[in-house]
Protein backbone atom coordinates (compact mmCIF):
# COMPACT_ATOMS: atom_id res chain seq x y z
CA UNK A 1 0.00 0.00 0.00
CA UNK A 2 2.59 2.29 0.69
CA UNK A 3 4.78 1.21 -2.57
CA UNK A 4 1.17 2.42 -4.63
CA UNK A 5 0.82 5.25 -2.58
CA UNK A 6 5.07 6.37 -3.19
CA UNK A 7 4.47 5.32 -6.93
CA UNK A 8 1.34 7.40 -7.38
CA UNK A 9 3.07 10.21 -5.89
CA UNK A 10 6.17 10.14 -8.55
CA UNK A 11 3.95 9.98 -11.41
CA UNK A 12 2.10 12.88 -10.20
CA UNK A 13 5.36 14.81 -10.18
CA UNK A 14 5.20 17.13 -13.49
CA UNK A 15 7.89 19.29 -15.28
CA UNK A 16 8.47 22.29 -14.35
CA UNK A 17 6.36 24.27 -17.25
CA UNK A 18 9.66 26.29 -19.09
CA UNK A 19 8.00 29.78 -18.25
CA UNK A 20 8.03 28.89 -14.58
CA UNK A 21 11.51 28.58 -15.10
CA UNK A 22 12.21 31.70 -16.63
CA UNK A 23 9.99 33.92 -14.13
CA UNK A 24 11.45 31.88 -11.56
CA UNK A 25 14.95 33.45 -12.60
CA UNK A 26 15.48 37.12 -11.20
CA UNK A 27 18.68 37.22 -12.99
CA UNK A 28 17.40 35.70 -16.55
CA UNK A 29 14.86 38.45 -15.77
CA UNK A 30 17.15 41.34 -15.20
CA UNK A 31 19.37 40.25 -18.15
CA UNK A 32 16.21 40.35 -20.70
CA UNK A 33 15.15 43.27 -19.18
CA UNK A 34 18.21 45.41 -20.27
CA UNK A 35 18.84 43.63 -23.24
CA UNK A 36 15.64 43.28 -24.99
CA UNK A 37 15.06 46.95 -25.10
CA UNK A 38 18.73 47.62 -26.21
CA UNK A 39 18.13 45.97 -28.84
CA UNK A 40 15.10 47.55 -29.84
CA UNK A 41 16.09 51.00 -29.77
CA UNK A 42 18.90 49.87 -31.57
CA UNK A 43 17.02 48.59 -34.39
CA UNK A 44 14.92 51.39 -34.32
CA UNK A 45 17.43 53.66 -34.39
CA UNK A 46 19.24 51.86 -37.05
CA UNK A 47 15.82 52.54 -38.95
CA UNK A 48 15.44 55.60 -38.79
CA UNK A 49 18.51 56.63 -39.94
CA UNK A 50 18.25 54.62 -42.83
CA UNK A 51 15.43 56.21 -43.64
CA UNK A 52 16.98 59.92 -43.81
CA UNK A 53 16.83 61.12 -46.97
CA UNK A 54 20.14 62.26 -48.38
CA UNK A 55 20.49 65.92 -48.61
CA UNK A 56 20.92 67.72 -51.97
CA UNK A 57 23.96 69.64 -50.81
CA UNK A 58 25.80 66.25 -51.00
CA UNK A 59 25.61 65.84 -55.08
Known sequence: ???QAQSQAEQ???R???M???LDNPFLLLFLG???PTV??????VME???VPV?????
Not at 40 to 45: A, N, T
Not at 55 to 59: C, H
Open 40 to 45: FYILWG
Open 49 to 51: IAT
Open 12 to 14: KEE
Open 1 to 3: MAD
Open 55 to 59: TPLAK
Open 16 to 18: VPV
Open 20 to 22: QQI
Open 34 to 36: ITV
